[in-house]
């Protein structure tokens, strides 16, 4: 079955770290960009980062960055979000997402169930 | 770039042909994609590259626009519309959302 399953969300204090895993299946996942996406309870969809197929390539929403880090590991299947200096506006559901074009990366076609991160100030 | 979604509400009943408008803060291009979502539930592609259907969506569903201003039409709204749908700019990173737009039965 192609899916995408994320795990390691959790309750934080603020200024604290952790790392969000999202394990992929039923697909050649090497072959896809991926995405984290976030969405704060009740509210909109936010885009957080994606990775190159190959890793060489991380982009970040301004918000992000210097506290997130996004990796995979092609061998495992497997996508990554370390997170950082968490603050309570990082408060969200995250969703592991594969992008659709190879080429142009930027919109996703499959989304995890997303995981749960809650920052406590 | 800035995504604004309009409106951000609306009832409307089955059967009824519904237009979803989103506005871009700068030219995106045709680098546009169209998302639904229902409650407690991830996010759905329904349309990319501004026009193209993704696979299984049906075609009660279409897009339009370039540049900075773009539409997602349902032709003939059924039950399972019901939901919010959100806009989303790949032309620069970082990509944007629109703030979404919910359908509610009336």
């Known amino acids: 079955e192609v899916q995408l399953v994320e795990s390691g969300g959790g309750l934080v204090q603020s200024g604290g770290s952790l790392r969000l895993s999202c394990a992929a299946s039923?697909?050649?996942?090497?072959?896809?960009?991926m995405s984290w996406v976030r969405q704060a309870p009740g509210k909109g969809l936010e885009w957080v980062a994606n990775i190159k197929q190959s890793g060489s390539e991380q982009y970040y929403v301004d918000s992000v960055k210097g506290r997130f880090t996004i990796s995979r590991d092609n061998a495992k299947n497997a996508l990554y979000l370390q997170m950082s200096s968490l603050r309570a506006d990082d408060t969200a559901f995250y969703y592991c997402?594969?992008?659709?074009?190879?080429?142009?990366?930027?919109?996703?076609?499959?989304w995890g169930r997303g995981s749960l991160v809650t920052v406590s100030s | 770039i800035r995504m604004t979604q309009s409106p951000s509400s609306f009832s409307a009943s089955p059967g009824d042909r519904v237009t979803i408008t989103c506005r871009a803060s700068?030219?995106?291009?045709?680098?546009l994609a169209w998302y639904q979502q229902k409650p407690g539930k991830a996010p759905k592609l329904l349309i990319y590259a501004t026009s193209t259907l993704q696979s299984g969506v049906p075609s009660r569903f279409s897009g339009s626009g370039y540049g900075t201003d773009f539409t997602l039409t349902i032709s003939c709204l059924q039950s399972e519309d019901f939901a919010t749908y959100y806009c989303?700019?790949?032309?620069?990173?970082?990509?944007?959302f629109g703030q979404g737009t919910e359908v509610e039965i009336k």
């Open positions: 039923g697909f050649t996942f090497s072959s896809h960009w």
């Open positions: 997402a594969r992008g659709k074009d190879t080429v142009t990366p930027g919109y996703v076609d499959l």
């Open positions: 989303q700019q790949y032309y620069t990173y970082p990509r944007t």
């Open positions: 700068q030219s995106v291009s045709s680098y």
